[in-house]
């Protein structure tokens, strides 16, 4: 039997922001057996909600040698190959472009030589990106010369070229800076030369600022940094030639640390939405979803739905769907077994739960998406058109009666049926639990009332100069409850409308901060110390 042949594929992750990963990349990732990082911070790319990785995926990181210095291409070769072997799929992810920014020429010719095929998958180019997320237009009058110098090495006849060229870029690394410099000054640009800097570009922890070629080598901002840490130098353009176009850094919510306390599946539309205003959310599970304690509800449901017992199947949640999933497997059914039935979904998250499925549901509230809203749409029962007049309703065990209500009133049947129970999640780790205390997150985003009364049974009351948002007024009562301030609230109670209420209330205190000639800060750098009432 033939040996199946590994394949390499070197795949760009762009400059730093994981929502600029290509669909090539994330189709990459999803076939991959190995994915083999530079180091750990390309880990993240692989937490973004797009990027799902195959059971069983192994994940190796390279890492640097003794000096703290990124392997040679040698040894990172040497690791590809050997993984690639096996006759495995290798996915190798790199910083911005394969062929501009990480320079794996090299690389791939070793796989050649060992007999192993590979595909480039391009990324957006740290050479370009960083100035675009810098608010740095490089199309310029007279030119621009662009270079990557990843290794640290500005050879003579590149340098060479600067003298005449009015803008320079540069992508090198932080301990590169005093040697750019100084071959800079020494082809004969001036000292008063200006400079803008950045650092980790098209991440949500990017800073620019400005200074002058003289003044680069001692630049106590450069110094600071990390001295592998990428950096972006552009000569010849002025702070003032960019003042207009930072819309990177001005993001209203740019650089806030968020805590989400919900879990993964059900966040991602909020944390997109906050990721989006320049945020960095993270996600606290705070409840865990659990069976019955007793099946056999389900058991009946489930064969009532078969047997064409119902109208109508109501789905209130994700966790409904994945319930009356699995007991389907169970079961041996698939979505066929909705044939004839009516769905609900009690907002567009649910919805797109139930479409991943293969079910389009025939009521979703077009106004507000909640049981309350689902009922003020859903049609009264008519015994001429309802052949049957029973409504299915799976849902938690300590979900509210208001819609099972609501439907009863309406003159429906219904089954309300215990599909899983909601439990209070282990305690986040210890350094998670100390910034909450500590201030160290900007804002808490409360999506229920729930993970206000689940956040602080596991890790405690966030700081006094946090910022709280709350979906609705019961979730904010709750929080009064509990001796908290809110400080927002969404004025529709949907997750995307609470990432947009938290980010105009940031816009809003940015404004503030501007307009008294003050320097704009986060929450948690305020080191406000008054108590919430």
Not at 29 to 41: I, M, N, P, R, Y
Not at 475 to 482: L, N, Y
Not at 490 to 496: C, G, M, R, T, V
Request: aromatic fraction near 6%; hydrophobic fraction near 40%.
């Amino acid at each position: 039997m033939p040996v199946t042949k590994g394949r390499v594929i070197y795949v760009g992750t762009g400059p730093g922001d994981p929502d600029l990963l290509t669909m090539g990349a994330v189709s990459a990732l999803a076939e991959a057996d190995t994915v083999v990082l530079d180091d750990e911070s390309l880990a993240e790319f692989l937490a973004h909600p797009a990027v799902t990785l195959r059971e069983g995926t192994r994940v190796v990181t390279l890492g640097v040698n003794d000096k703290g210095r990124p392997l040679p291409p040698s040894s990172r070769s040497r690791t590809t190959v050997r993984h690639a072997e096996s006759g495995g799929r290798v996915v190798r992810l790199v910083a911005g472009d394969p062929f501009l920014d990480a320079g794996i020429a090299g690389e791939a010719a070793t796989c050649v030589r060992a007999g192993i095929e590979f595909e480039v998958v391009p990324g957006v180019s740290q050479l370009t990106a960083v100035a675009e997320f810098a608010g740095v237009p490089l199309q310029q009058p007279g030119g621009v010369h662009v270079v990557a110098a990843m290794d640290g090495r500005f050879p003579k006849s590149q340098v060479a070229q600067w003298a005449d060229t009015p803008v320079v870029a540069v992508s090198t690394r932080a301990d590169a800076v005093d040697d750019l410099a100084s071959a800079a000054l020494a082809v004969g640009r001036s000292a008063d030369d200006p400079v803008i800097v950045t650092c980790r570009g098209g991440q949500i922890q990017q800073r620019s600022w400005a200074t002058i070629l003289g003044d680069l080598e001692a630049d106590p901002s450069v110094s600071e940094l990390d001295g592998s840490e990428p950096v972006q130098l552009i000569l010849g353009i002025a702070e003032e030639q960019r003042t207009d176009l930072t819309w990177f850094e001005s993001k209203p919510l740019f650089g806030w640390r968020v805590l989400v306390p919900r879990t993964k599946d059900q966040a991602a539309p909020l944390t997109n939405r906050l990721r989006g205003y320049g945020a960095r959310p993270e996600e606290v599970p705070t409840i865990s979803v659990e069976p019955p304690r007793t099946p056999q509800q389900m058991d009946k449901a489930v064969r009532g739905l078969v047997e064409g017992r119902y109208e109508w199947v109501a789905f209130t949640s994700v966790n409904a769907i994945r319930a009356i999933r699995e007991k389907f497997l169970e079961y041996g059914l698939d979505a066929r077994a909705f044939s004839g039935l009516k769905v609900a979904a009690v907002g567009e998250v649910t919805a797109d739960a139930l479409r991943g499925w293969g079910i389009e549901p025939d009521l979703v509230p077009t106004g507000e998406q909640s049981a309350r809203g689902l009922v003020a749409e859903w049609p009264p029962y008519d015994d001429v058109l309802d052949p049957i007049n029973r409504v299915l309703l799976p849902r938690a065990d300590i979900a509210v009666e208001s819609l099972a209500a609501g439907l009863i009133e309406l003159g429906w049947e219904v089954d309300d049926v215990t599909a899983y129970r909601t439990v209070r999640a282990a305690p986040p780790p210890a350094d998670v639990r100390e910034a909450i205390k500590s201030g160290k997150f900007d804002a808490v985003v409360f999506t229920s009332s729930s993970t206000v009364r689940n956040l602080v049974g596991i890790a405690g009351k966030p700081h006094p100069s946090t910022i709280l948002a709350a979906i609705g007024p019961a979730t904010a009562k709750t929080a009064a409850e509990h001796g908290m301030r809110v400080d927002v609230q969404a004025a529709e109670p949907s997750a995307i409308e609470l990432a947009d209420a938290l980010a105009t209330f940031a816009a809003d205190r940015r404004d503030d901060f501007i307009e008294q000639g003050q320097p704009v800060i986060r929450p948690s750098q305020a080191r406000r110390t008054r108590r919430r009432r």
